[in-house]
């Protein structure tokens, strides 16, 4: 371990990221590179690692970071290790992770640009990058890793609406300035993946890929909006039949409270009106009031209290509430009971209560 140490022991910048290219491309070649290949890689990428963040006794050389991301870029090496990563040891895969956070967030010094200079990059030239990222989630052995790089770069919209807009059915990631976001997806790209990854990965990969999903829907409010408008007929469905009736009790629980948190967001009050609208969701959501899970119950009642309250009920919505009108007043008084210390769900239930007292007793005619 010396090398992690020693100066004198490192290769020079150039030859560093060259041959890790070629070791690389061997672990690709054969089935078993064999321990040789694999610990000449995990030496490469910790030597990559500590010229970019140092060490207590080496302090980082900015002129040597500099170096180090431009011949990542320039060599492309970094499309390489997302394809790839899955193949290198599990500590040198923690190193990649660590490697692409610190490239993605460097920026020359003195520089005045928007971006660092390897996530211009990438979202310019090489959006096959951020794909590859997503689909670590392919394989346990990436999922974690993947995930942790992707969530750090979806500081910037960028990064989200490349990973919206792409389309499968094209030779090569849609880069963002021929997206059109008035047209719906096809349904088809990388980001329509992670409801499988979700709802069918093992444990480890299904709670990483709701991490990055979740912030994929909630960092960059406009984009988003625009985005669920144009493809609502596409998302929702998805969303209710994979997700939220997901045979998971975590992903059924987390799904049904990101909803309510879509729903309740202001920048989403066109999507909302829009769900809220649909007796079908509505009936969805009566029956995680009923499910026997008393946290599906809970997350189910705050996007059940978003039709109750919709001063602007559709003719479907009211009149499935009127004709369970006498039932929901028999329900809810005693609905999840034992929250006596929660004064804002109380008030909630209450209100809700009253509301629906307040509903006509017979269901006005259909307005068709």
Same mark, same amino acid.
């Given at each position: 371990?010396? $090398?992690?140490?020693? !100066?004198?022991?490192?290769?020079?910048?150039?030859e560093?990221?060259?041959?890790t290219?070629?070791?690389?491309?061997k672990? &690709?070649g054969?089935e078993? #590179?064999?321990?040789?290949v694999?610990?000449?890689? #995990?030496?490469? &990428?910790?030597?990559?690692?500590?010229?970019?963040?140092?060490?207590?006794?080496i302090e980082v =050389?900015p002129?040597?970071v500099?170096?180090l991301?431009?011949?990542?870029?320039?060599?492309?090496?970094?499309?390489?290790?997302?394809? %790839?990563?899955?193949?290198?040891?599990?500590?040198?895969?923690k190193d990649?992770?660590?490697?692409? =956070?610190?490239t993605?967030? $460097?920026?020359p010094p003195?520089?005045?640009?928007?971006?660092?200079?390897a996530? %211009? %990059?990438?979202?310019?030239?090489?959006p096959?990058?951020? &794909? #590859?990222l997503?689909?670590?989630?392919?394989?346990?052995e990436?999922?974690?890793?993947?995930?942790?790089v992707l969530?750090e770069?979806?500081r910037?919209?960028?990064?989200?609406?490349?990973?919206l807009?792409d389309?499968?059915?094209?030779?090569?990631?849609? +880069?963002?300035?021929?997206v059109?976001p008035s047209?719906?997806?096809? +349904?088809?790209?990388?980001?329509?993946?992670?409801?499988?990854?979700? *709802?069918?990965?093992?444990?480890?990969?299904?709670a990483?890929?709701?991490?990055?999903?979740?912030?994929i829907?909630t960092? %960059?409010? =406009?984009?988003?909006?625009?985005?669920l408008?144009?493809?609502f007929?596409?998302?929702?469905?998805?969303? @209710?039949?994979?997700?939220?009736?997901?045979?998971?009790?975590?992903?059924?629980?987390?799904?049904?409270?990101l909803l309510?948190e879509?729903?309740l967001d202001?920048a989403?009050? @066109?999507?909302?009106?829009?769900y809220? *609208?649909?007796g079908?969701?509505?009936?969805?959501?009566?029956?995680?009031?009923?499910?026997?899970?008393?946290?599906? @119950?809970?997350?189910?009642?705050?996007?059940f209290?978003?039709?109750?309250?919709n001063?602007?009920k559709?003719?479907?919505?009211?009149?499935?509430?009127?004709n @369970?009108?006498?039932?929901?007043l028999?329900?809810?008084?005693?609905?999840?009971?034992? !929250?006596?210390?929660?004064?804002?769900?109380?008030d909630?239930?209450? $209100?809700l209560?009253?509301?629906?007292?307040?509903?006509p007793?017979? #269901?006005p005619?259909n307005?068709?």
């Amino acid at each position: 371990m010396a $090398f992690l140490f020693s !100066r004198n022991k490192q290769k020079p910048t150039m030859e560093l990221v060259r041959t890790t290219k070629e070791l690389i491309q061997k672990l &690709i070649g054969e089935e078993k #590179a064999g321990s040789k290949v694999e610990e000449e890689v #995990a030496r490469n &990428i910790s030597q990559m690692k500590l010229i970019l963040q140092g060490t207590q006794e080496i302090e980082v =050389s900015p002129d040597q970071v500099q170096q180090l991301v431009s011949l990542l870029i320039s060599e492309d090496l970094l499309l390489l290790l997302a394809n %790839h990563i899955h193949r290198v040891p599990f500590e040198t895969r923690k190193d990649t992770q660590m490697i692409f =956070s610190h490239t993605f967030r $460097f920026k020359p010094p003195g520089s005045e640009a928007s971006e660092p200079q390897a996530l %211009h %990059h990438v979202i310019s030239n090489r959006p096959e990058v951020i &794909i #590859a990222l997503c689909n670590g989630y392919e394989r346990r052995e990436s999922a974690m890793p993947c995930g942790g790089v992707l969530r750090e770069a979806l500081r910037y919209d960028a990064i989200a609406a490349l990973i919206l807009y792409d389309e499968r059915d094209q030779n090569r990631p849609q +880069g963002l300035r021929s997206v059109d976001p008035s047209l719906p997806s096809s +349904g088809n790209g990388v980001f329509w993946k992670f409801f499988d990854w979700i *709802d069918k990965g093992a444990f480890e990969v299904s709670a990483d890929a709701f991490n990055t999903f979740r912030d994929i829907l909630t960092r %960059h409010k =406009s984009l988003v909006a625009q985005y669920l408008t144009v493809n609502f007929d596409t998302f929702f469905p998805r969303y @209710n039949r994979i997700l939220i009736q997901s045979e998971s009790y975590v992903t059924k629980r987390q799904s049904i409270k990101l909803l309510g948190e879509l729903l309740l967001d202001r920048a989403n009050y @066109n999507v909302m009106t829009k769900y809220v *609208d649909s007796g079908d969701h509505l009936k969805i959501c009566m029956k995680l009031l009923l499910d026997e899970r008393r946290m599906i @119950n809970y997350e189910g009642f705050h996007v059940f209290k978003v039709f109750v309250a919709n001063p602007n009920k559709s003719y479907e919505v009211q009149r499935m509430l009127i004709n @369970n009108r006498d039932r929901l007043l028999r329900f809810l008084p005693s609905f999840l009971d034992d !929250r006596t210390d929660d004064d804002q769900f109380n008030d909630e239930k209450s $209100f809700l209560i009253r509301q629906i007292e307040l509903l006509p007793t017979t #269901a006005p005619p259909n307005p068709s």
